[in-house]
């Protein structure tokens, strides 16, 4: 089968802790297999398939295909905003969470049929502030340090990594105040864990944001309150499974943007890498219509 276009190839090597390198080899020994052309690119520092991104828009590229984890896809989507192109995911990171909302297959060899036979499909995007956008969620407290502790990890990969990460951070993370403003409403509250999401899941398969639609011009805060330490383990297998929301000291709302503020310093992710926030107060937004992503004709 061969392609209905050529494709614009960036590959993050180092995505999943070195998975991508491993696998890289195999796919493209397939692509060359099928005949498939393609333009290839390889990132080796951060944010710099954001700009690779805007060279394949520039040489006409039609579909800039990402290989790596989440924050790959991220830097990717960053660049094709504003843009007509579609977004293709061949999957090699740790986590993985953005293939699960919209089925494209987690085996690295499957996704290329979803390059080769995909149907575009429009989502929303989040954005923070008035420069970095998301995929899945901004990420802010327990799971933002969870990430980073998942970065420094050898050994484990994916879900299993997430968790013994999560389990870690929960006998030693502090709760932090902030204050969460939408149109109608205002919070304060000490949080553990600060979930504002375009997708359902995050940290390798948690469903923080379960209500959560990456269509619906809406952004999910998912807000958890604090908890001793042993009532923490109870309630993360909850917190995994998405059965989290009618807790209360979970504060869970669908809104066009949020505005977020805090006294503390605080540390976030987006889409799984480390992210430095705008300031002490920032507004966070639902960007509808914003990016065109390849999925299985089935999952369309």
């Excluded at 379960?210 to 999910?220: F, K, M, N, T, Y």
């Excluded at 998912?222 to 383990?233: K, M, N, T």
């Excluded at 059965?243 to 987006?270: D, F």
């Amino acid at each position: 089968m061969e392609a209905k276009s050529s494709l614009f190839l960036i590959v993050n090597l180092i995505a999943g802790q070195g998975r991508c390198k491993e696998v890289f080899p195999k796919v493209k020994v397939e692509l060359d297999k099928r005949r498939i052309p393609y333009d290839l690119h390889y990132t080796n520092e951060p944010m710099e398939a954001v700009d690779v991104a805007k060279i394949g828009l520039e040489a006409g590229f039609s579909t800039i295909v990402a290989m790596g984890g989440d924050g790959t896809v991220n830097e990717v989507a960053n660049g094709l905003l504003g843009s007509q192109a579609s977004l293709g995911v061949i999957p090699a990171g740790k986590g993985n969470d953005f293939i699960r909302m919209l089925g494209i297959p987690a085996d690295p060899i499957q996704s290329i049929d979803t390059l080769l036979d995909g149907i575009p499909r429009t989502m929303d995007l989040g954005q923070v502030g008035d420069d970095r956008c998301f995929v899945n969620g901004l990420g802010i407290g327990l799971d933002a340090q969870v990430a980073r502790d998942v970065l420094k990890m050898e050994r484990l990969r994916g879900a299993p990594a997430y968790l013994s990460a999560a389990i870690r951070e929960i006998f030693r993370f502090k709760a932090f105040p902030v204050t969460l403003t939408t149109a109608d409403e205002e919070f304060v509250m000490d949080c553990l864990s600060l979930g504002i999401a375009n997708g359902i899941y995050a940290g390798g398969g948690f469903k923080l944001a379960p209500r959560a639609s990456i269509d619906d011009g809406l952004i999910d805060l998912s807000a958890v309150g604090d908890y001793p330490i042993a009532e923490r383990l109870m309630r993360l297998p909850r917190v995994r499974a998405g059965q989290h929301l009618e807790w209360k000291k979970v504060t869970y709302r669908q809104a066009p943007e949020v505005s977020v503020s805090s006294p503390k310093r605080l540390i976030a992710h987006v889409d799984g890498e480390p992210y430095r926030l705008p300031g002490e107060s920032f507004t966070v937004r639902a960007l509808p219509n914003a990016l065109r992503v390849l999925v299985p004709a089935t999952s369309a």
